[in-house]
């Protein structure tokens, strides 16, 4: 079956850096995804990532690695606003052309002054 | 761009009443919509996914007859909760991906709906 993990809850200081895992088992993977989500509401797309490697976008990036089955969220110069539940995705394709988006449970992130 | 509208925010309803649920994209063609439920400190679990026109696919474990889903036209798709159950309390999220958009493009989300049965 599908297995998508990352801790539960996080803390971290303001204007310091934290580092989000995920790991995962699945198999026709086709692109894993980070949204971010404030109580209550919708996910924001945050970053997308298909090959190996690093990408980086403002305060944020994200890293994956195929082989290992791993990803993670870099967030820098932490800010209140950052205090959110951050959603791992992976992207399966599921045959006949369609692709299915499957979660993680989310990392809910606490920023401290 | 690309904004998807979710209608309404929240609701409270009697148990073994229907509740329907709007999900519009309103700047752009949505060829697919899903249907996502998530419960409390839980991951968003997907539902169904329906393409304009044809009858929704379900996840394991949903009940077709209880989640109604209707895609009658690109911008509009909508979610029926029927003879809903205080089990059924949840937040429900749709989301879209426009026609022409490229797989690596992430999907709209709506807002979101907090369904609450009494």
């Known amino acids: 079956g599908q297995n998508i993990d990352q801790p539960t809850e996080m803390t971290a200081t303001e204007g310091a850096i934290v580092q989000i895992n995920c790991t995962y088992q699945t198999s026709g993977f086709n692109g894993l995804f980070w949204y971010q989500q404030h109580a209550g509401e919708a996910p924001t797309f945050l970053s997308y990532n298909v090959l190996d490697g690093l990408e980086e976008k403002g305060r944020f990036s994200s890293f994956l690695s195929r082989s290992k089955g791993y990803s993670y969220l870099l967030l820098k110069e932490l800010q209140m606003k950052d205090s959110a539940s951050y959603l791992c995705?992976?992207?399966?394709?599921?045959?006949?052309?369609?692709?299915?988006?499957?979660f993680g449970k989310g990392t809910k992130l606490s920023v401290i002054p | 761009g690309a904004v998807v509208s979710q209608h309404p925010s929240w609701v409270i309803c009697k148990s073994g009443t229907s509740v329907k649920i709007e999900c519009r994209s309103l700047d752009f063609q949505a060829t697919t919509m899903f249907w996502y439920r998530q419960f409390p400190k839980q991951s968003l679990m997907l539902m169904a996914t329906s393409n304009e026109g044809s009858k929704a696919t379900y996840e394991q474990g949903v009940e077709k007859d209880k989640f109604l889903i209707n895609h009658a036209s690109l911008t509009l798709s909508t979610l029926t909760v029927t003879s809903a159950h205080p089990e059924d309390s949840s937040f429900y999220i749709c989301s879209a991906r426009g026609l022409g958009e490229v797989e690596r493009s992430p999907l709209h989300f709506g807002n979101g709906t907090r369904l609450t049965v009494t």
């Open positions: 995705a992976v992207r399966l394709y599921s045959g006949a052309g369609s692709y299915q988006l499957t």
